[in-house]
């Protein structure tokens, strides 16, 4: 059996980020993806790219990835673009909206928020109508996936839907649920190379999903985020140290 660690929206929290591989490296798991929000909000969105190009081995694209590449009215985006450069930005530009392959014979898809949209918000007490649109067959393989995860609202969880499988990572670096960094961990028999219909054999092995917390230095990423004059500052700070959306409950 073999596990793939699945991150997402770090927002350029680069101590939650180290916290987190850390813990990875300790459970010796070496395949990482990443489902995008990589920058934006706090002080590191550089460091953090840079890291994420190095240790995954696959990464889409978030909302965040979008503003940074894509909105030019908003002081905010304005402020992170100029801290990441121009190769950066391009990178970030041309990251996929989402990635599949097989586990234990059933096909998993991982976006950010939908496989055609960034944007398209789904919480776990959204209807089970919408919720399975993120199922529906794409045009890299032309058929529904068994199970999918997604990053975006930073609160994780794992859910069925009848036969299928829902789960959201969760944050790394701006968890609005729990003060403690979220990821995933996907444990099975994994085929990255078929790309059209699972081995039959692999459909008799099972499938983990397990949701890992982390503990991270929350005053150390604040005590980053005082060094410089970042739009929304404070709004950031406060979300690290409450896991609370702009103070709204």
């Known amino acids: 059996m073999e596990k793939i660690a699945i991150i997402s929206d ?3 929290n680069l101590t939650a980020l180290n916290a987190v591989l850390d813990d ?6 070496s395949r990482i993806i990443c489902l995008g929000d990589l920058a934006g909000k706090g002080p590191h969105s550089a460091e953090v790219i840079d890291i994420i190009r190095d240790k995954c081995e696959a990464v889409v694209k978030g909302n965040w990835d979008f503003f940074m590449t894509e909105v030019n009215d908003s002081e905010v985006i304005t402020w ?9 930005e391009s990178y970030l530009r041309n990251l996929p909206l989402y990635v599949e392959f097989f586990i234990s014979g059933k096909l998993i898809r991982l976006c950010h928020a939908a496989p055609s949209d960034v ?8 209807p089970d109508e919408k919720r399975l649109t993120l199922f529906e067959a794409t045009s890299t393989l032309n058929r ?7 990053g975006d609202i930073h609160g994780s969880y794992v859910d069925s839907i009848g036969d299928k499988i829902l789960f959201n990572v969760g944050s790394v670096g701006n968890p609005l649920d729990f003060t403690l960094s979220s990821y995933a961990i996907i444990e099975g028999k994994i085929d990255m190379q078929r790309s059209i219909q699972s081995n039959e054999k692999d459909k008799h092995c099972s499938v983990a999903i397990t949701i890992v917390r982390v503990p991270y230095d929350i005053e150390q990423a604040v005590s980053e985020a005082m060094t410089v004059d970042m739009p929304e500052r404070e709004d950031y700070i406060n979300e690290l ?3 609370v959306y702009r103070g709204r409950k």
């Open 80 to 88: 992170h673009r100029a801290k990441i450069g121009k190769e950066r």
């Open 24 to 29: 990875i490296k300790e459970r010796q798991i």
């Open 119 to 126: 944007f398209n918000r789904v919480h776990i007490n959204t």
């Open 144 to 150: 529904e996936s068994d199970i999918v995860g997604y």
């Open 10 to 12: 770090i927002h350029g």
């Open 241 to 243: 140290r409450t896991a």
